[in-house]
């Protein structure tokens, strides 16, 4: 799957910059952390595969993570294929998550909103 960044952009605090996927709180996350969170209705992660999420704070809950290559602002968020094929059917729904807001913790400080367009390779 891939998210193309349309417009927009996030914040995970006032005091960093903006950002299409994650933030850059070095301190807590490392230099091009990635929060972006493909899930099903259920909120349950399906991109990154929830093993693949890191914690920090926030009830020791999974919600950010890092990609070889893509930063806070490239332009494409590209995931790697799945380790299971995923199973849809018309008109399921599936939602994106900004980590923090996914696990309904430490979003009191985000802001923004941003645009993508999903692309999907389906067999």
Request: net charge neutral; hydrophobic share 30%.
């Amino acid at each position: 799957m891939k998210l193309v960044h349309k417009s927009g952009s996030l914040r995970c605090n006032q005091n960093d910059p903006e950002s299409f996927w994650g933030c850059t709180n070095e301190p807590i996350y490392g230099n091009n952390s990635l929060h972006t969170i493909v899930a099903n209705s259920k909120k349950e992660a399906i991109l990154p595969p929830a093993g693949d999420l890191k914690v920090h704070g926030c009830n020791k809950k999974k919600y950010f993570y890092s990609l070889h290559g893509t930063t806070h602002t490239s332009p494409e968020l590209v995931f790697p294929d799945l380790p299971n094929k995923l199973s849809v059917s018309r008109n399921q729904e599936l939602q994106i998550w900004y980590g923090q807001d996914w696990i309904d913790c430490g979003e009191s400080n985000n802001s923004g909103k941003t645009c993508v367009d999903v692309y999907a390779w389906y067999e």
